[in-house]
């Protein structure tokens, strides 16, 4: 099993809709977690970190369900610039390492 | 305000030729990584780096040799190129104890023939 999992869509919604995207983990032991996105042929930026308690930035709310092990990214009132492939990422804090899924591509159309 | 930079942006090799692709980053990070990006397989570690001379095996390190020897830069070799390393690379560097935020260079697209 991959140490995370996504969904790679794509996932088509129209202009304001509310979509979510999860991700799962298999290392019970991950410290930290990310959402990153990546338009078409750029490299991937970083979009938010995932807490335990949750966070919400603007449009942007993710979570983090440590039981189920997954991560969870709900976009609300999609803009057509929210196209892009959303790529999920955990960190183990004893190697410095990040490891990423394979992406989950967001279609907002008009 | 460069951030990261690779070269070279683009690149055509025929098998079994060899050839370094730099990276360089000016945040005075301490941590380094090449990763290469395949459709379907997302971003794959290959090698990381963390600290000045020293180097560690990701996910994929077979075929690749790498590089620290100043902290700001970051080198990956191939050897002996094969059309399986055909790929996009990205390298990307993080603070020491910040947040966990990885930044990446633009990208380098490799061919081999």
Redesign the interface.
């Known amino acids: 099993r991959k140490e995370v999992e ?1 969904d ?1 869509g794509p996932f088509n919604v129209p202009e304001g809709a509310t979509v979510a995207f999860n991700c799962t983990y298999s290392n019970s032991a991950s410290q ?1 977690f ?1 959402w ?1 996105r990546q338009d078409c ?6 979009l938010m ?1 995932v807490y335990s308690s949750g966070n919400e930035d603007g449009r942007f709310t993710a979570q983090l369900n440590r039981a189920s092990q997954y991560i969870s990214l709900l976009i609300r009132d999609s803009k057509l610039s929210d196209s892009a492939t959303y ?1 999920c990422s955990w ?1 183990d804090t004893g ?9 989950t591509r967001l279609l907002v159309s008009p | 305000n460069a951030g990261v930079t690779q070269t070279p942006k683009f690149r055509v090799l025929k098998t079994g030729q060899s050839m370094t692709l730099l990276c360089a980053q000016d945040m005075n990070h301490e ?1 380094m ?1 090449w ?1 290469r990006q395949d459709p ?6 290959i090698h ?1 780096s ?1 600290g000045e001379g020293t180097t ?1 095996k ?2 994929v390190p077979d075929g690749y040799n790498v590089s620290r020897l100043k902290k700001q830069n970051f080198l990956l070799g191939l050897e002996s190129a094969a059309p399986s390393q055909t790929s996009v690379y ?1 390298c990307a560097s ?1 603070a ?1 104890g910040g ?4 930044f ?4 380098s697209r490799l061919t081999v023939l």
């Open positions: 996504q790679p930290s990310f990153y042929r750029k490299e991937p930026k970083l970190s790529l960190r190697f410095q390492k990040l490891v990423f899924g394979t992406g | 941590y990584y990763y379907g397989m997302g971003l794959r570690l990381y963390v560690a990701g996910e990205f993080m020491g947040n966990g935020e990885l990446f260079g633009e990208g």
